[in-house]
């Protein structure tokens, strides 16, 4: 057999030892013996309740944000759909190629989606930090994730890429 | 109640909760001190001293989910102090049990071996197999470089093959 294994296996074996009757006695006996000492309980607290589905809500509405400003119809000068069309009034004169009763939507940057959008991981991110200022691990975790979702999608937003 | 709970009421000073969490892995604990002190008495009494440790260091304790690990290294402190002080093994161990390979005598002739061979061999044995030590735990432990124990590892394990017989020798 080889070594390693029996090595491996007599671990195992004593790992199952039974300890003495008394074990449990000599032990208290030995605290016993050792002056108290106090100090304060220090238990982290566990997360709030409202916590996890307020920031579950939050993070789907931003991804609802972020989805709704690319599945909206780009509009530019020529193409109004049903809404505007290029009217032309023959006068004689010459034409106007412009129906004015259509909104002039030259700028393609959503800026009331990126507005929202930046208001949400605010809000997030506030929240965030409330939950967790007594933890800096998890703060940072939270923060960095929030902070690079947000720039990614604001990038994709405002058309940056 | 949870670990990490228990954890901090014994570093705030409650000794019943410290008592309790060594409690919960009393065989583990036992077992591991038995196998560096081979007998009942002293095992028992390496045992005392880990627990007077544990509590008068456990608010230095920085992740309460590492107690059974830090708790563990102390133990094996505690033996290995004893042992270097000179507790021997006197004799067969009491309630020690016969293995399921129906080979009674192998444990022991493995534990003899491994406890003849010199102490640094040894230690390094016990705490790589016996204590589940990674080699930079024993490093830490043995105050000595990586290299030097995996150096004495295998010459460990090289004496065990030879003073265990063919039998221990490695498959072909």
Same mark, same amino acid.
């Given at each position: #057999? ?17 300890? =003495?009757?008394?074990?449990?006695? %000599? @032990?208290?006996?030995?605290?016993? *013996? ?5 100090? =304060?309980?220090?238990? $982290?607290?566990?997360?709030? %309740? ?10 789907? *509405? ?15 000068? @020529? ?20 129906? =004015? ?14 507005? #929202? ?5 605010? @809000?997030?991110?506030?929240? +965030? ?30 058309? @940056?890429? | ?10 570093? *705030? ?17 036992? /077992? ?10 002293? $095992?028992?009494? $390496?045992?005392?001293? #880990? ?11 920085? &992740? ?6 830090? $708790? ?5 402190? +505690? +033996? ?5 002080? /000179? &507790? ?31 102490? =640094? ?22 105050? +000595? ?28």
């Amino acid at each position: #057999m080889n070594t390693e294994k029996r090595l491996r296996q007599d671990a195992v074996r004593f790992s199952n030892m039974t300890p =003495p009757p008394d074990l449990r006695g %000599k @032990l208290q006996a030995s605290l016993e *013996a050792v002056p108290p000492v106090q100090r =304060p309980v220090q238990v $982290a607290r566990p997360v709030r %309740k409202w916590f996890s589905p307020a920031v579950a809500i939050l993070s789907l *509405a931003m991804i609802f944000v972020f989805i709704s400003t690319f599945s909206q119809p780009q509009a530019g000068l @020529l193409d109004y759909g049903d809404a505007g069309i290029l009217t032309e009034q023959t006068d004689g004169i010459g034409t106007s190629a412009i129906d =004015p009763s259509v909104p002039d939507t030259g700028s393609e940057i959503p800026l009331g989606r990126v507005g #929202m959008f930046s208001g949400l991981a605010l @809000l997030t991110g506030y929240l +965030c930090f409330i939950e967790f200022k007594e933890r800096s691990r998890l703060l940072k975790l939270s923060l960095s994730a929030l902070a690079v979702f947000t720039a990614v999608a604001l990038i994709f937003m405002l058309g @940056l890429v | 109640m949870r670990i990490k709970e228990q954890v901090a009421l014994a570093k *705030a000073g409650d000794k019943q909760a410290l008592l309790e969490l060594i409690m919960a892995k009393e065989r583990e604990l036992y /077992g591991l001190s038995y196998v560096y002190m081979r007998n009942e008495q002293d $095992a028992t009494d $390496a045992l005392q001293d #880990m627990i007077v440790i544990l509590y008068t260091r456990i608010h230095t304790l920085k &992740k309460e989910e590492a107690f059974y690990s830090w $708790a563990k290294q102390i133990l094996v402190r +505690c +033996c290995l102090t004893k042992l270097r002080q /000179g &507790k021997r093994w006197q004799g067969i161990p009491e309630g020690y049990e016969e293995s399921e390979s129906n080979q009674p005598e192998l444990g022991l002739d493995l534990l003899d071996a491994i406890h003849q061979l010199p102490p =640094p061999q040894r230690d390094v044995i016990l705490l790589y197999y016996y204590s589940d030590k990674t080699f930079e735990e024993i490093s830490d432990i043995l105050q +000595c470089p990586v290299g030097t124990v995996k150096s004495r590892l295998h010459q460990a394990l090289k004496k065990l093959k030879g003073r265990l017989g063919d039998e221990y020798r490695e498959e072909a």
